[in-house]
């Protein structure tokens, strides 16, 4: 038991900057304190006396602000930042070294019996106020952006941001030198405005810019092989025209063929009228 203490401990830790000695830790760190309220609950929903472990999760919430039904499962290495507000359902599963802020819920969308809360496999980061909803699994090493609503399962290793909860691809990194040229030459960082976690709506513009940057070259290569042909082909002199005058009456006609050697006779115009 004093092992598993030590483990919590060492977890807080590992991801909070601000704790400074164990002492601090277990006696402020309400997160800790609903964690070892949850163990202890937990053992006796497992021995049938649910309303004795329903009374001492009230009484956790009373004390913490976190609630966390005795019936949800929870691994090694779990910590709860800040914690308040935090709602954990009855059927939530939660793998080992989760960490979740406050404000965060892991509730049901059904009001059937059985599996009704999302399953958090290892190494998964919940944001602060993020609602994940219904029977879903978050993939291990998944993350859930501050606010978002996941109420769809989450591919392991992915980022989910927004209402409704978007998946978002980490950055790779192929492209960015390229990216940071354009931006130069455009007077601004048009790229700058995503670091870790990409906004799908700066995705968009930042392919946008891109594609117009692929039509510049292309507009670019015709503009030099019309260029080119210029050079190449000289221009080419018209021959002079006839007088292309279109005679409606034999008036006309006569009036045009005036300056020829051989004017019109009558009959001829007779004959083409």
Excluded at 181 to 204: C, E, L, N
Aim: hydrophobic share 40%; with cysteine.
């Amino acid at each position: 038991m004093f092992a598993r203490l030590r483990e919590d401990i060492d977890s807080v830790f590992e991801r909070d900057p601000a704790a400074r000695n164990a002492f601090e830790v277990l006696t402020t760190y309400p997160g800790l304190h609903a964690l070892l309220f949850h163990r202890l609950s937990h053992w006796l929903w497992n021995a049938r006396l649910c309303w004795l472990a329903r009374v001492l999760s009230t009484l956790a919430r009373w004390l913490t602000g976190i609630e966390i039904h005795p019936g949800a499962t929870i691994g090694r290495r779990f910590f709860i930042d800040h914690g308040m507000g935090v709602v954990i359902g009855e059927t939530a599963v939660i793998g080992d070294r989760c960490t979740l802020y406050h404000g965060v819920t892991l509730g049901g969308t059904s009001w059937q019996k059985g599996k009704r809360h999302p399953t958090l496999a290892d190494d998964v980061v919940v944001g602060a106020g993020a609602k994940v909803l219904g029977p879903i699994e978050i993939g291990s090493g998944a993350r859930i952006g501050s606010n978002a609503v996941v109420v769809k399962p989450v591919p392991p290793g992915t980022t989910v941001i927004g209402v409704p909860g978007r998946m978002v691809e980490p950055r790779s990194g192929n492209g960015e030198a390229h990216r940071e040229r354009i931006a130069q030459k455009m007077g601004f960082d048009a790229y700058g405005v995503t670091s870790d976690a990409p906004d799908p709506v700066a995705h968009a513009i930042n392919c946008m810019l891109d594609h117009i940057h692929v039509m510049d070259q292309r507009m670019e290569l015709m503009c030099q092989s019309l260029r080119k042909l210029s050079e190449e082909q000289p221009e080419l002199e018209l021959p002079p025209l006839e007088s292309c005058e279109i005679a409606s009456t034999a008036e006309e006609l006569l009036r045009i063929h005036s300056a020829d050697d051989e004017p019109l006779s009558r009959e001829q115009v007779k004959a083409t009228e």
